[in-house]
């Protein structure tokens, strides 16, 4: 609140603080006595409290406002046995001479500032204080995870293309901080890892800023979703936060939030959804939406002057209509998402580290990139890295990063330390985020089942510091988890492939407490496993294996390479059931999966590409597809491997989807660019089989569609890649930023883009 703020905003103000001081008298306020306008008198059981309040600092308004205070401290005095007290509430500093005015006129009537009095409601600077000292979600600092955080480089933010207030243009911290400011309310979304916590507390950090300065009359309260599994009141809530951190007056943040002095910020909605999963996505979904109970009330019932925003992993949810319902009180709400980092802004990050150009695989995540540089692992990814697919990419690293390990460590060898790594993150599986935490007896069982034997008090060291894991300072002492989702998927890889090689189950099976099937790029991994001693019979077998041990999570993933392989299971029958697939993906000339079928599966993607033979597709019964690409919808799929009791979520690739710009007056090249952009930078998946880019596009525009690909690579853009010996096309995720203002409005982006598309015909 600044200087020339309306006078009667400020009483306004002042009565709400008042309201909630003395709660007993929280209907009264401005009282006529005697043809005299008061602007406040509370009467608080055996205490009258009588408020005047102005933004006045001239001297005759305090003695005509202490005259009044005078006058009802004199009528409520022993009045009915009560006490009376007077208050004179300044926008900023009473004036010394003000101050002394008013002890002449009355010595019951206390001169103070509005933020002094409200200090008596809440102690804001002592809140912002203990606040700034603890955690804040997943943000840490990678070299020292105790120690303080590095300095914010600010990240690209984009609006959600469904977002309703058609403001499009890229935005940064700086934004999110004024919208909070001006009482907006939203969600950030963000892949792992993606700053979306540092963001968040960025924000926390302006908004107290602009408190201190007294800019705001509000301030921000910042709460780690984490710490408060199972709440369900923002009350409970805001009581257990003041104790986590230490301050010891938690009723009163309670009593600052119901008068709408407090923005509220809550990082990670995605840590605090209840474990497991069902079959029946609806089941699912209550699950969720009962998780999200707590953040749903924050929006609700936080008073509508103060702002609310809430941070978490975009695909937590099956999609956005699910996000906004259970999230927010108002469907309306914003949504903004947080991008990867662009090249000048990993050049910022990594300061004056050694740069060097980062491979199109590795994801350009703070977190991850903050932890290799850290470990000094990034000046070894060698040039021979930088034009792989993901998968081999990724396979590369582990090998990169546990090599340097072993060099540091005398009598560990390379392939141990890699070992236990994978090791480590199959039990990570089983845990709810697939990340962690991961205790120190799981981590010393693990590398005691590689070596045959307990580990020496020199192993034990490279333990605590084993590559790709890190300290999480929420969790329990010696605790570790994966710094990285990618990083976590291609380790995740080795005890399929070790399986499908040698299908032989111990005692104990890990396998058996795995939750999700692998991510797609754990699978891609699989195969470059597998792929030099593979063959039909002995998939086949690993299947079986799999399913008759109930191990349905392990049939999924095998399935799931043999795709990537290129080789089918030996006509083996295989029916798997009740597993949350990430993603799958069904090719034009792909093996016979006919004697595949998925039972009340959950599938998050579903890709067909080109025009696969019905008769070598798995059969899909009473499956949930929240996001079906390459078909125009539910009659476009072959009935006799989709039963009627499938039920669909999404098809990007309608012909509808793609009809706005279809029908707008862009030069037809211009069209074709912008279609291939959506589907490889706004839609879910490592990126797209070349035939699948196709799907949703008019028969006119195919043909250009080669020439656009390849002004896209030239623009570095996109990059192509051989899975399985077929062509996909991957984004470059650092060019986000530019790819957005393109297709949101390619006349106007002033790129070159433009005019090479145009050139199209």
């Known amino acids: 609140m600044t200087a020339d703020v309306d006078q009667d905003e400020f009483e306004e103000e002042v009565r709400t603080v008042a309201r909630a001081l003395w709660p007993h008298a929280r209907t009264d306020g401005m009282l006529n006595i005697e043809a005299v306008e008061h602007d406040g008198i509370f009467f608080d059981h055996d205490i009258v409290h009588c408020v005047e309040a102005t933004v006045s600092r001239r001297l005759d308004k305090a003695k005509h406002d202490g005259e009044k205070l005078h006058k009802a401290i004199k009528r409520w005095t022993g009045t009915d046995g009560r006490l009376a007290k007077g208050w004179f509430v300044t926008l900023h500093a009473p004036t010394p001479e003000q101050t002394k005015e008013l002890r002449g006129i009355d010595p019951r009537i206390k001169a103070l500032s509005f933020a002094q009095f409200k200090s008596r409601l809440f102690d804001s600077l002592a809140y912002l204080q203990r606040r700034r000292e603890a955690p804040f979600g997943s943000a840490r600092n990678p070299e020292d995870p105790h120690g303080p955080l590095e300095r914010y480089?600010?990240?690209?933010?984009?609006?959600?293309?469904?977002?309703?207030?058609?403001?499009?243009?890229?935005?940064?911290?700086?934004?999110?901080?004024?919208?909070?400011?001006?009482?907006?309310?939203?969600?950030?979304?963000?892949?792992?890892?993606?700053?979306k916590s540092m963001t968040f507390r960025q924000l926390f950090f302006q908004l107290a800023d602009a408190h201190k300065q007294n800019r705001t009359l509000r301030y921000p309260v910042h709460l780690n979703l984490r710490d408060h599994w199972g709440q369900k009141t923002p009350r409970v809530a805001l009581t257990h936060h003041a104790e986590e951190i230490g301050f010891d007056r938690p009723e009163s943040l309670v009593a600052a939030w119901r008068s709408g002095y407090i923005h509220v910020l809550l990082d990670g909605f995605d840590e605090i959804a209840a474990p497991g999963w069902s079959s029946d996505v609806r089941l699912l979904r209550e699950t969720r939406m009962r998780a999200m109970e707590l953040v749903r009330r924050f929006f609700k019932e936080t008073p509508r002057k103060a702002a609310v925003a809430v941070a978490g992993r975009r695909h937590f949810f099956d999609n956005e209509a699910e996000l906004r319902d259970a999230l927010f009180d108002d469907r309306s709400r914003l949504i903004f998402e947080v991008a990867e980092f662009n090249e000048a802004q990993i050049r910022e990050y990594?300061?004056?580290?050694?740069?060097?150009?980062?491979?199109?695989?590795?994801?350009?995540?703070?977190?991850?990139?903050?932890?290799?540089?850290?470990?000094?692992?990034?000046?070894?990814?060698?040039?021979?890295?930088?034009?792989?697919?993901?998968?081999?990419?990724?396979?590369?690293?582990?090998?990169?990063?546990?090599?340097?390990?072993?060099?540091?460590?005398?009598?560990?060898?390379?392939?141990?330390?890699?070992?236990?790594?994978?090791?480590?993150?199959?039990?990570?599986?089983?845990?709810?985020?697939?990340?962690?935490?991961?205790?120190?007896?799981?981590?010393?069982?693990?590398?005691?089942?590689?070596?045959?034997?307990?580990?020496?008090?020199?192993?034990?060291?490279?333990?605590?510091?084993?590559?790709?894991?890190?300290?999480?300072?929420?969790?329990?002492?010696?605790?570790?988890?994966?710094?990285?989702?990618?990083?976590?998927?291609?380790?995740?890889?080795?005890?399929?492939?070790?399986?499908?090689?040698?299908?032989?189950?111990?005692?104990?099976?890990?396998?058996?407490?795995?939750?999700?099937?692998?991510?797609?790029?754990?699978?891609?991994?699989?195969?470059?496993?597998?792929?030099?001693?593979?063959?039909?019979?002995?998939?086949?077998?690993?299947?079986?294996?799999?399913?008759?041990?109930?191990?349905?999570?392990?049939?999924?993933?095998?399935?799931?390479?043999?795709?990537?392989?290129?080789?089918?299971?030996?006509?083996?029958?295989v029916n798997i059931d009740g597993v949350h697939v990430p993603s799958l993906e069904l090719f034009e000339g792909q093996p016979d999966l006919s004697s595949i079928s998925f039972s009340n599966c959950i599938f998050e993607s579903l890709e067909i590409s080109g025009e696969v033979d019905p008769r070598l597709l798995p059969s899909f019964d009473g499956c949930y597809i929240d996001v079906l690409f390459g078909r125009a919808g539910a009659s476009d799929l072959p009935a006799q491997r989709f039963a009627a009791n499938c039920t669909f979520g999404d098809f990007p690739d309608s012909l509808e989807r793609n009809a706005s710009v279809v029908a707008s007056d862009l030069p037809i090249g211009v069209k074709v660019v912008i279609v291939l952009l959506r589907k490889l930078y706004m839609q879910r998946g490592r990126g797209r089989a070349e035939s699948a880019l196709l799907r949703g596009m008019p028969q006119s525009e195919r043909g250009l569609v080669p020439a656009a690909l390849a002004i896209l690579q030239k623009e570095k853009l996109a990059t192509q890649v051989k899975i399985n010996s077929r062509p996909v096309w991957l984004p470059d995720r650092a060019s986000q930023k530019r790819v957005h203002g393109f297709v949101t409005a390619p006349r106007g982006s002033d790129d070159s883009l433009y005019g090479e598309a145009a050139a199209l015909q």
């Not at 901080?177 to 979304?189: D, T």
């Not at 703070?366 to 000046?379: C, M, T, V």
């Open 350 to 573: 990594l300061g004056r580290k050694n740069w060097f150009t980062l491979p199109a695989w590795l994801p350009a995540r703070p977190l991850l990139i903050g932890h290799l540089a850290a470990q000094r692992k990034l000046e070894e990814i060698s040039d021979s890295t930088l034009d792989l697919a993901p998968a081999a990419g990724w396979n590369a690293l582990l090998d990169i990063i546990s090599s340097r390990e072993s060099d540091i460590e005398a009598g560990i060898d390379v392939g141990s330390v890699r070992a236990t790594l994978e090791r480590l993150a199959s039990v990570a599986r089983c845990k709810p985020s697939g990340l962690g935490p991961l205790t120190y007896s799981e981590i010393t069982e693990g590398f005691a089942l590689i070596r045959g034997q307990e580990p020496s008090d020199d192993q034990r060291t490279i333990l605590h510091r084993l590559p790709g894991l890190a300290v999480d300072a929420d969790a329990q002492q010696g605790t570790r988890y994966f710094i990285d989702a990618d990083l976590a998927a291609a380790a995740q890889a080795r005890d399929v492939s070790e399986f499908i090689l040698t299908p032989v189950l111990t005692g104990d099976s890990v396998a058996s407490r795995w939750n999700v099937s692998l991510t797609q790029l754990g699978v891609d991994v699989v195969a470059i496993q597998c792929k030099d001693n593979i063959t039909e019979k002995l998939v086949g077998a690993a299947a079986i294996t799999a399913v008759r041990a109930d191990l349905d999570v392990l049939a999924a993933d095998i399935v799931r390479a043999s795709l990537a392989l290129g080789c089918g299971l030996d006509n083996s029958t």
């Open 153 to 195: 480089v600010p990240v690209d933010i984009l609006p959600s293309s469904a977002s309703s207030s058609g403001d499009l243009e890229v935005l940064h911290v700086d934004d999110l901080a004024e919208r909070l400011l001006s009482g907006q309310r939203y969600a950030l979304v963000g892949d792992y890892g993606a700053g």
